[in-house]
């Protein structure tokens, strides 16, 4: 029991420590890096899609939701996919990873679509309001809400390819 040999022990440890926590980086985080390239990715699809259908700049579009693709399942495809790189497909962390991104995914093609299809609905009929109602000069509600499957299949290819070029890049290997 050599005090000396346990103060050497805590000191390499300490260091190793510091070295692993440096080297784990949040700028080195692939699966975080990956998410967030992706999500960019597609909102700036967005963005550039609306100025070449309408002519004109919408900044909304770099942070609005709704719309092709889907942003949301650009990013936790991108999150899953990275995990399951960096991890391994048959672990625990990617499987995490995989049952967000369906429950995200699904809930944008089911509550979210349908919450703004009801939006959609009650903005017109209170457009139909005679002046004088109380609720006639009611703020419209929010319509693009949701995504269409289409929407959520194109926004999770873009997550995948985004996740596996930067695997590529990267070249992060499964860890033991």
């Given at each position: ?54 002519n004109r700049w919408d900044l909304k579009q770099l942070v609005g939701s709704g719309g092709m693709p889907s942003s949301h399942s650009a990013t ?101």
């Amino acid at each position: 029991m050599d005090e000396g040999g346990g103060s050497a022990n805590s000191t390499a440890t300490a260091t190793g420590a510091t070295t692993s926590y440096a080297s784990s980086s949040i700028l080195s985080n692939y699966p975080l890096i990956s998410a967030l390239f992706a999500f960019a990715i597609a909102q700036s699809t967005k963005f550039f899609a609306s100025w070449y259908k309408e002519n004109r700049w919408d900044l909304k579009q770099l942070v609005g939701s709704g719309g092709m693709p889907s942003s949301h399942s650009a990013t936790v495809a991108a999150l899953a996919v990275a995990v399951g790189f960096e991890e391994g497909f048959g672990g625990s962390p990617f499987a995490i990873a995989l049952i967000l991104a369906f429950v995200v995914m699904y809930d944008a093609t089911g509550v979210r679509l349908h919450a703004g299809r009801q939006a959609e609905v009650l903005n017109q009929i209170v457009c139909e309001l005679p002046s004088e109602h109380p609720l006639a000069e009611t703020r419209p509600l929010r319509e693009l809400l949701g995504h269409t499957p289409p929407q959520v299949v194109a926004g999770a290819t873009v997550g995948l390819v985004t996740a596996a070029i930067g695997h590529l890049i990267f070249g992060s290997s499964p860890r033991a």
